[in-house]
């Protein structure tokens, strides 16, 4: 029969003690991480609901169909027309305006408002 | 136990000195089990509080469920996404009141009458469905009437802000947010994993394809209509309408005839637009030149059918003629010529004879002849006799007027360079077509003068064709389309057009011809959208542009010609 010294005892109880106060360590701080998480989840949550709801809100403000009704109703601005649009080349061949209707820029702060 | 003896000696039957020395082995054994559990369970512990990803295995944080890809146009509009709603439900046995609780509830729940939540209130169950999704608004009213056995469950539901635009393609889903039709249908398993979709569709362009579409169809008091733009050298569909539509949050609510999508389900018999097919397989055999004359006077008969034109032609034309005043007689008579195998070779490679690749479920398969006869081919190739869905046109003509590549259509928005290998017609036959379509809608004896909108260079097809009801045609109802390309000289869109059932107006002088009802809204579908796809208008005069479009026309220019001497 084997019969463990005192110091063997010890040193074996010892090592239980420190165990067992790591394993409620280890409790102790999954406990919080748990609620740590949770919070997250919880956040995580419904910041994605806002996103969501604001996306949706962004689509349904931004249709084509309320655009062009409200541009229609609000704006004093008209399709552009095949004149209107002209390519970069082309540019010289505009007539220079003469000096009283030059673009001064009084004028082309009046134009832009 | 006499098995057992066999192997264990018990240490009663064995001398004392070896029994004491047996029994300390074996209590020796027992110890060192006891302590190498002890040792694994201590290690274990100190590997936990040592490693801090270890955790990770123990406890995963669960969302209530993977919330649904968007659905984006090929801009990033939103077209279709989730939300979070509730859905509302009452256990009649926990209810004090029903009368009281229904008065309640009906101030809240707007679409039940009174009696019609009394009902649900009183059923004989533990579960009463009240709605199925409510906004976490009106929720919070309910929840603030503080009623007794009604109670929620949070859900995401599928919202289309988009409401009728696109709802064809997007389609639905049931109430447990499985892809039900469109492409929520054939796209489902991406989007359930929660993957974004990016369709080839502009929303924009649809919008005003839609809006376009629908006011010719009240113009002209029509059934119904549909509507197609296709970008010619990526085969993506920017822009597909079928009219009447519904609103795509309330597809369950939708008739049949709204659901139906005449633009990819529907096939028909489009008509003459099927003579740029014609036209071009005769000029890729080399067998036709554009300048050959073609009898369009004496009577075509073939067997007991007699091929008649709209407009009898007095003079033979050639080629080109034939295609811009759309002679059925002279289109007939250059498919009996090119023959049943030529035709029936360009039409398969064209993807006429099965459905069009497109993703979503709702595609329809054209409806072929069984048989190639000399009738058939004749009139096939003024469109009669065949029948498919538009889309199957408008990416036919894309191949025809484009590059000449086969090009297959598609509702995702391509990213990679496209994989077109087939060459079906040389860039010469496609530029010749382009020119012919151009004087469709140009010269005073086309059939598409209400499309030509300045600075576009619109080219294009009418097609005006009865619909077949039973074993026939049926003259009141006509099919009215309009495919065209733009700008002609160097084309980049399709637009298709199609007006289902137009009655003759006073303000068309009774007309209900292609012309007519198709032409005018493609006109001012191209004006609308051009700038907005970043095609800049052009001067059509400018001689680049004018050798480009070169052709031909002895015979429809003496008449103009004759015409202004007269007046």
């Known amino acids: ?113 | 136990m006499s098995i057992l003896s066999r192997f264990i000696r018990l240490v009663r039957d064995m001398p004392a000195a070896e029994a004491r020395r047996v029994a300390a082995n074996r209590l020796g054994f027992v110890r060192l089990v006891a302590a190498a559990c002890f040792l694994a369970v201590g290690a274990r512990v100190l590997i936990l509080a040592a490693d801090v990803n270890a955790e990770a295995k123990f406890y995963t944080p669960t969302f209530e469920q993977v919330i649904r890809g968007n659905i984006q146009d090929r801009n990033g509009q939103m077209m279709a996404t989730t939300l979070p709603a509730f859905e509302l439900y009452a256990n009649p046995r926990e209810i004090l009141d029903p009368y009281e609780a229904a008065a309640a509830l009906s101030s809240v729940l707007t679409d039940m009458s009174e009696e019609q939540i009394f009902s649900r209130l009183t059923r004989k169950s533990s579960y009463s469905e009240l709605a199925w999704r409510l906004s976490p608004k009106k929720y919070a009213d309910v929840l603030r009437l503080g009623i007794a056995g009604i109670h929620g469950r949070r859900k995401l539901v599928r919202v289309y802000p988009n409401a009728e635009a696109a709802a064809h393609l997007l389609g639905g889903v049931d109430k447990d947010g499985k892809g039900i039709a469109g492409i929520e249908y054939s796209k489902n398993e991406d989007l359930a994993a929660g993957k974004d979709l990016t369709l080839s569709i502009d929303l924009n362009i649809q919008a005003i394809l839609r809006q376009e579409l629908s006011a010719q169809i009240d113009l002209f008091e029509a059934i119904g209509g549909a509507g197609i733009v296709q970008d010619i050298e990526t085969g993506e569909i920017i822009a597909m309408v079928s009219l009447p539509d519904f609103d795509a949050n309330h597809f369950r609510h939708a008739s049949d005839n709204q659901r139906f999508n005449r633009a990819a389900t529907g096939v028909y018999e489009l008509g003459s637009t099927f003579k740029i097919f014609n036209t071009a397989i005769a000029l890729e055999s080399g067998q036709f030149q554009a300048s050959d004359v073609i009898d369009v006077v004496s009577p075509l008969r073939v067997g007991r059918f007699s091929i008649r034109d709209y407009h009898p032609e007095k003079t033979p034309l050639n080629v080109a003629e034939v295609l811009i005043v759309s002679s059925n007689k002279g289109s007939a008579r250059i498919a009996d010529r090119l023959g049943a195998e030529m035709q029936k070779e360009y039409f398969e490679q064209m993807g006429f004879f099965k459905a069009a690749p497109l993703e979503i479920p709702e595609i329809g398969a054209p409806l072929i002849p069984s048989r190639w006869g000399r009738a058939e081919i004749m009139t096939m190739s003024y469109g009669h006799g065949i029948s498919v869905t538009p889309v199957h046109l408008t990416s036919a003509v894309a191949t025809t007027v484009g590059s000449g590549m086969v090009i297959s259509p598609t509702l995702i928005k391509r990213t990679t360079p496209n994989d077109f290998d087939v060459q079906l017609f040389s860039p010469d036959t496609s530029a010749q077509i382009r020119a012919m379509m151009r004087r469709v809608v140009s010269h005073p004896r086309g059939t598409a003068n209400f499309a030509d909108i300045d600075g576009y260079a619109v080219a294009g097809k009418t097609g005006t064709s009865e619909k077949t009801s039973g074993n026939g045609y049926n003259k009141k109802a006509n099919i009215t389309s309009f495919v065209s390309v733009f700008p002609a000289h160097d084309p980049k869109y399709v637009v298709f057009a199609m007006i289902d059932e137009p009655k003759p107006q006073k303000h068309s002088f009774y007309y209900a011809t292609a012309g007519w009802v198709a032409a005018p809204v493609g006109g001012r579908i191209i004006e609308r959208i051009a700038p907005m796809l970043g095609v800049h208008p052009v001067d059509e005069n400018s001689p680049e542009i004018r050798r480009s479009l070169m052709l031909e026309l002895p015979e429809l220019n003496k008449e103009e010609e004759a015409k202004h001497v007269s007046f």
């Open chain 1, 1 to 113: 029969m084997i019969v463990f010294s005192a110091r063997t005892s010890f040193v074996l109880t010892l090592i239980t003690v420190i165990l067992g106060v790591c394993v409620y360590l280890v409790g102790i701080q999954q406990d919080i991480r748990q609620k740590e998480l949770a919070r997250l989840t919880a956040e995580i949550q419904s910041t994605q609901d806002s996103i969501m709801v604001l996306q949706s809100d962004w689509a349904y403000l931004s249709r084509p169909d309320r655009i062009l009704h409200l541009s229609q109703r609000l704006l004093d601005l008209e399709p552009l027309a095949k004149h209107q649009i002209i390519p970069a080349d082309k540019l010289d061949s505009i007539t220079t305006p003469d000096a009283d209707t030059a673009i001064t820029e009084a004028n082309l702060i009046w134009r832009i408002e």
